[in-house]
């Protein structure tokens, strides 16, 4: 009996997250919003007469999956192939604050995630976790070889500039999406000059 | 008969609202999640057979208008006690970084709130973008009157420090909240600190 059970929570499992995994293919992301996911998987459920369960946990994760590969071919990979040194932490900011214009997606799906999933433990929040450290060790690897370089001071704590500069972006996020104020970018670059002028090994000081 | 409907609809939007309030000072608030939100309300439209809405903008109005009123008394109010100058933004940024303890709430409703509501055009979201601004606004006075003390460069661009200040608090919730950083507040605190000395008059330049 437990079995019959539990290969059915398995079955309905699956097809929800082929659904997903279609829906995903098929609408491009384009425009798809957790909200919108979430009403997608219902719709698709009392179509098929399927028991509630978590549309958002279950049908997330194919979806994040193929988000993480789209930021990793518009932003990570043509930000590295930037010079080393501060050119690069610049391309990989300029990459970034690209990234919801480019990925095609409607606003940031990884903030969207984070505050849904924040206090939902799980594989998807694990996976969610992993891709967010990844890229602050990303940004962390690329400010330390612009120490290397000699453009940063040697003194730069290249995690805390990776935490700042996620800081940063996230109040563009909430200041163009939210406030939709349209000084936000500009804000936003003058943070990130602010950071990159104190990471900046000084020549003023020489004078 | 569209007389009938509309009455019907106000009277649905009503019972939605008082429950909501119900709720809110019932369970104080304590560990509320918008999903959480979203499932009580649904609960009770299923028991009362009342159609589908949006559960989330029916409900949250005056949640929203709870956790206001909280973050003003606990934050805003005793902060703005503190003397004029330096010590009254360090003391925003001191009550504000208590403020998801302090709040008694689970994680940070604003993150959660203005995540939910950005792309979700109505009358909850604009409250909330005003209650945003609002702060902002908090901040960026405060900020003026550190300039005004003399204790930061008349140069500082009040808005853009507040900004910036935005950011290291999220930056803040994500790292704690998501990552589950341990270091986490410690980045804030010194990304704060640098946030400070570059605001700061600068007695060094002197010597």
Redesign the interface.
């Known amino acids: 009996m437990t079995t019959i059970l539990l290969r059915k929570g398995a079955l309905t499992r699956q097809a929800i997250l082929e659904h997903a995994a279609r829906m995903a293919s098929r609408v491009g992301l384009e425009g798809l ?1 957790p ?1 919108e996911m979430r009403r997608h998987a219902a719709a698709y459920r009392d179509r098929h007469g399927i028991p509630a369960c978590d549309p958002l946990v279950e049908g997330v994760g194919p979806i994040l999956a193929e988000i993480r590969r789209r930021f990793v071919d518009t932003v990570v990979k043509p930000a590295l192939a930037a010079p080393r040194g501060e050119k690069r932490v610049r391309a990989l900011f300029e990459r970034w604050i690209e990234w919801p214009r480019s990925s095609g997606l ?2 940031c799906m990884f ?2 995630l ?6 939902q433990p799980g594989p998807v929040r694990e996976r ?2 992993q891709s ?2 990844d890229w602050l060790d990303v940004i962390a690897n690329c400010v330390r070889t612009a120490v290397v370089e000699g453009d940063f001071r040697k003194e730069v704590d290249p ?2 500039f990776a ?2 500069l ?7 996020h ?2 163009v ?4 104020d349209r ?2 970018v500009e ?2 670059r ?2 990130f000059e ?1 950071l990159l002028e ?1 990471a900046r090994a000084r020549p003023k000081a020489r004078s």
Chains 1, 2 share one sequence.
């Open positions: 919003t909200d409607a606003g903030v969207a984070a505050t849904e999933l924040d206090d969610l976790v967010q450290k995690e805390q935490h700042e996620y800081g940063i972006m996230l109040a563009n909430h200041a999406r939210l406030l939709r000084k936000g804000r936003t003058r943070g602010r104190d």
